[in-house]
């Protein structure tokens, strides 16, 4: 049974790859991985997830850029949550993100924390 | 001198004679024996107390010298004249005399040859002294020129307009300036634009501050510029005036570069060891909770160690960046009102599991009507590593105890643990990086051996202390102080300007305030339980701080901030 959708956006393959194996085998989310903003915004025209976790540190377009352009998209109702490996979780949540995760994230403990944030 | 006026007069005695406190002596003199005498009983300490000639026609009639040893025994003086001689500043210091061993009558003419050769010997006395003070003031003239032009420092100095009045060789190198075209230059226009600001030569002549060091670049014509080392002190004529500012300027460009080099070695390395550790700590975690299919039991062994291991190696590399950047003062810290329970409250969150693990328990005590203004968060992470610590080393069943308490105008946290104790020898060395007590201490109990340096580093940044008291065999005591606020509320500063917000903080401290200043109005929410003073014209007009407003008028800050916060 699955959670639900959940489009994950980073840049870094390795991140990529043991959060989306946290995210589906500990948590039953179905992932689809963006390593960018381009990839987000594809990966969300194929398929509306129903929550986003996007890397707030990423070349080129960073996470707050990349959450611009995603939001006209995601319309209100897909809540959107931060990894950041920096201390800086209001501004964020100004922009509209529902939560903030702090990076280095234990990949066990991930899918908990997301839960957490979107239960609210 | 004394032979005209012996023979002049016709009398059998004459000197020139100074006096001082206790003695006097003849610097001239005819018909007498000895150099010095005692001065309580000589006639010329009589003389000097009033700038009128002394005449005396028969010592016998005279109680003020009637009783003297001259009078009453050799040589048996009966008759004294005596004239003052002063410095040029209208200190008496003796007189031109003649004595006589019969009573006689002095006349005009006799004072007046007397008076003649005092002016004389006067002119003398003070063109003496003139050209000793002229002399040691050219010596200490000369020496100084030697030190300000051949010093291989640079030197400058700067007058109360701001200009370079001299400057000697070797700032004239650094600055690739001749020394003569440096001459009237205001000094700000070698000073790097970024380092312009916060300049204290201002302060130098208004007397507010003796002296002063900072670090500053410094541009030469050609664009390129120099980390400088100044010190400034002020030179005062001698009422006490300001006169010019020296400055003496080190050239720490190469100190400067290899520190930034350090810094950003431990911060590059520090961020590319922490993005593959990040990745090694996320697979093996997964991997050890099977999430890729279960393990073996002897594989499931070997993942756990190598997820353990780089755990540590990540705290080591997390815990070096943050002691790094401690230490270089680039930690800001987010100052806010707190209670000691507060505190205690976000500790124990962190380390009642472990303690609970351990079988130790915690004991906790704290007054809530302490007013602490401190960063909590770092106090709490002081707090966890102290009473993390404790609870490590504590056997079985025992407790650890942390109290806090008003001492005076610090607060005193105690943290008391009943494990075995630290060598004395060890105390103050414990906070120092990777000293832990015992070598094996860091595979035992996991610590990094960073623990304590950090908590140092955090006290010291909050003005307080941090130290260890021990008997070992019974336990340990960890100490730290933090210094409670004034009774008054402290003040938030406020204006864009970094000079004229400076300006007020400074005349706000000079009053025993305590002041947080605040250049950005978006953080003035942080000033919570502060009374806010801020320069009219400033800003701020759209924004609501939550706290009352004082607007402060006119140039002359420093009246301006007594009055508004009588």
New interface residues.
């Given amino acids: 049974m699955s959670a639900g959708r959940l489009l994950l956006v980073d840049d870094e393959p390795d991140i990529r790859m043991i959060a989306t194996m946290a995210l589906e085998r500990v948590g039953g989310w179905t992932v689809t991985a963006a390593a960018s903003a381009g990839e987000a915004i594809a990966a969300v025209r194929a398929d509306l997830p129903d929550v986003v976790l996007l890397d707030v540190m990423m070349p080129d377009t960073d996470g707050p850029a990349t959450l611009a352009q995603l939001r006209p998209l995601l319309g209100d109702g897909v809540p959107v949550i931060f990894l950041t490996a920096r201390g800086e979780t209001d501004h964020l949540l100004a922009l509209g993100a529902a939560g903030v995760i702090a990076k280095p994230f234990d990949p066990i403990a991930l899918p908990g924390a997301v839960a957490a944030i979107t239960a609210r | 001198m004394t032979r005209i006026a012996s023979a002049a007069l016709d009398a059998p005695i004459a000197t020139v004679t100074l006096v001082d406190e206790h003695r006097q002596w003849f610097k001239s003199c005819v018909g007498l024996d000895g150099r010095e005498d005692d001065r309580d009983v000589s006639f010329c300490s009589v003389a000097i107390e009033k700038p009128e000639p002394l005449l005396i026609p028969d010592t016998l009639l005279d109680p003020r010298v009637a009783h003297m040893r001259v009078v009453t025994d050799e040589p048996f003086l009966r008759s004294y004249a005596g004239i003052p001689i002063a410095t040029a500043t209208g200190f008496r210091v003796g007189t031109v005399c003649i004595a006589d061993t019969r009573p006689r009558t002095f006349s005009a003419a006799d004072v007046g040859l007397l008076e003649d050769l005092a002016r004389i010997a006067e002119d003398e006395l003070n063109h003496k002294e003139l050209s000793e003070a002229l002399a040691s003031w050219r010596e200490s003239e000369q020496r100084f020129r030697a030190v300000f032009h051949d010093s291989t420092i640079g030197m400058t100095m700067v007058n109360g307009e701001g200009r370079l009045v001299e400057a000697n060789l070797a700032f004239a190198a650094m600055v690739n300036i001749p020394p003569a075209e440096l001459r009237g230059i205001p000094i700000m226009t070698l000073t790097h634009p970024a380092d312009r600001d916060n300049d204290n030569i201002k302060e130098l002549f208004t007397g507010e501050i003796d002296r002063y060091r900072r670090e500053k670049r410094y541009v030469r014509p050609d664009g390129t510029w120099f980390w400088g080392a100044l010190t400034a002190s002020m030179l005062r004529d001698r009422e006490g005036r300001p006169d010019v500012s020296i400055g003496m300027i080190e050239d720490i460009t190469e100190r400067k570069e290899v520190e930034r080099m350090k810094d950003e070695l431990v911060s590059i390395v520090g961020h590319e060891l ?2 593959p ?3 090694i ?3 093996l ?2 991997l050890e ?1 099977g ?2 299919g279960e393990l073996p039991a002897e594989a499931a062994d070997m993942v756990a160690i190598a997820r353990q291991n780089t755990e540590r190696l ?1 705290r080591l590399v997390d815990e070096t960046l943050d002691l790094e950047r401690l230490q270089a003062g680039r930690v800001e810290l987010n100052v806010r009102s707190v209670t000691p329970p507060e505190l205690l409250q976000s500790t124990a969150q962190v380390v009642q599991r472990v303690a609970d693990d351990a079988g130790i328990e915690l004991v906790w005590e704290a007054p809530a009507d302490l007013q602490l203004f401190v960063d909590p968060d770092r106090i709490v992470q002081a707090l966890v590593n102290l009473i993390g610590n404790a609870i490590k080393f504590s056997p079985e069943g025992s407790s650890v105890r942390t109290i806090v308490k008003a001492h005076g105008s610090e607060a005193l946290f105690t943290v008391r643990d009943q494990g075995r104790g630290i060598p004395l020898d060890q105390l103050d060395a414990i906070f120092e990086r990777f000293r832990q007590v015992d070598a094996s201490d860091h595979r035992e109990k996991g610590g990094t051996g960073l623990g304590l340096p950090i908590s140092r580093a955090i006290i010291e940044q909050h003005a307080g202390r941090i130290w260890a008291e021990s008997v070992p065999g019974e336990g340990s005591t960890f100490r730290i102080t933090l210094p409670l606020p004034l009774a008054k509320p402290p003040i938030a500063v406020y204006d864009r300007r970094a000079p004229r917000r400076e300006e007020l903080a400074r005349a706000a401290r000079r009053i025993g305030r305590r002041v947080l200043t605040f250049s950005d109005p978006e953080t003035l929410a942080e000033a919570d339980g502060f009374v806010l003073v801020l320069v009219a014209g400033a800003g701020l007009e759209d924004v609501d701080p939550g706290v009352p407003v004082i607007r402060i008028e006119g140039e002359d800050v420093d009246a301006a901030v007594v009055e508004a916060l009588k």
């Fill in positions: 922490r993005t550790l990040t990745s700590r996320g697979s975690g997964l909770a999430i890729a990540s």
